[in-house]
């Protein structure tokens, strides 16, 4: 699927992103494998964290240097890197009570760069918001460590789109560079968003604003949880806050769908992502290899818009 490139990068704004939180996880054959499938199936991103996988024994900053050794191992430069720094704190975690302070995020930023063995990190997203700190001073921050070098290109995860929209109009008015690219929880399954948070760092699932903004900005999104954890398999029962009554028949259509085009429903759940009216990137978190292959197969799914709102909508 032709698309053009996120500006300042070489990265596709839509694409299939392969997600490396439990990376950690594998053996250093099965890294590689997974990693070998992906480049062959045409795929160019990593996306990792800083935070990524402080949940695991032994695992803060795991994910990120997993992706740097299997990198040099593959010596491939195929492959951009995502990483996100400006997390609050956790338990085994930094603490962070004002999570993307400049000098917070800075370090976030200076380890990240030494875990992945770069000089500057492709893409750089803001983990979660903190609604105490003003937009401009995040725009001016981002635009800082770009001139820099120490980023090519910066985006916001987990951010509403009224205060991404305040930052491409500050950006704007004052002459500094953009963010590129917002990355939130979006699939085909319909999720019922957890409560806010006072500071506004809570996970943000993508909703009827979120789509009316980035349709309206063009700018891309990177969509995490794509596959909404093989619901579209039917594998198991449903995780987190799925709306069954709104998501199963979507499933059963993907479903159909599928049958119809020889490729799994989650392949189908990932294409009606890249079918939006704005470059949207399904992120895949799968360990497997063959997974993996079937997920890439999304890319290859063009699905008109007439089935993007059946898959959506229904009969």
């Known amino acids: 699927m032709d698309s053009p490139l996120l500006p300042g990068t070489n990265i596709p704004a839509r694409s299939v992103i392969l997600g490396t939180a439990d990376i950690c996880t594998l053996e250093a054959s099965e890294v590689d494998r997974l990693l070998g499938v992906f480049v062959d199936g045409g795929g160019v991103m990593l996306d990792t964290a800083h935070v990524y996988s402080v949940w695991m024994p032994g695992g803060d900053g795991c994910s990120e240097r997993a992706v ?3 990198l040099r191992r593959m010596n491939s430069h195929r492959l951009a890197v995502a990483t996100k720094g400006g997390h609050p704190a956790l338990e085994g975690y930094r603490s962070a009570p004002n999570w993307i302070a400049p000098h917070r995020v800075r370090a976030d930023i200076e380890d990240s760069l030494g875990r992945l063995q770069v000089e500057r990190i492709d893409l750089y997203y803001l983990h979660r918001d903190d609604l105490r700190v003003p937009v401009a001073d995040v725009v001016g921050m981002m635009d800082g460590f ?3 070098g120490l980023i090519g290109a910066y985006g916001f995860s987990n951010w509403t789109p009224a205060r991404a929209g305040e930052a491409l109009e500050c950006a704007e008015a ?3 560079a953009p963010p590129v690219i917002m990355q939130s929880r979006f699939s085909l399954a319909a999720e019922t968003p957890a409560d806010p ?13 979120d789509r009316a903004f980035h349709a309206r900005t063009g700018l891309p999104l990177a969509a995490y949880a794509a596959a909404a954890g093989g619901f579209f398999e039917g594998h198991g029962e449903p995780r987190g806050r799925i709306q069954i009554g709104i998501s199963t028949p979507r499933r059963e259509r993907a479903q159909r769908l599928a ?9 189908i759940a990932l294409a009606w992502l890249m079918g939006q009216p704005y470059p949207c990137s399904p992120i895949t978190g799968t360990r497997s290899p063959d997974h993996l292959s079937s997920n890439l197969a999304a890319a290859q799914v063009h699905l008109t818009p007439e089935e993007c709102e059946w898959l959506e909508i229904g009969e």
């Open 259 to 267: 049958a119809e085009k020889g490729v799994t429903p989650s392949a």
């Open 68 to 70: 740097a050794t299997a």
């Open 197 to 209: 948070l006072p500071n506004g760092d809570q996970l943000c699932v993508v909703g009827d604003e």
């Open 174 to 176: 004052q002459g500094m």
């Open 146 to 148: 770009l001139k820099e």
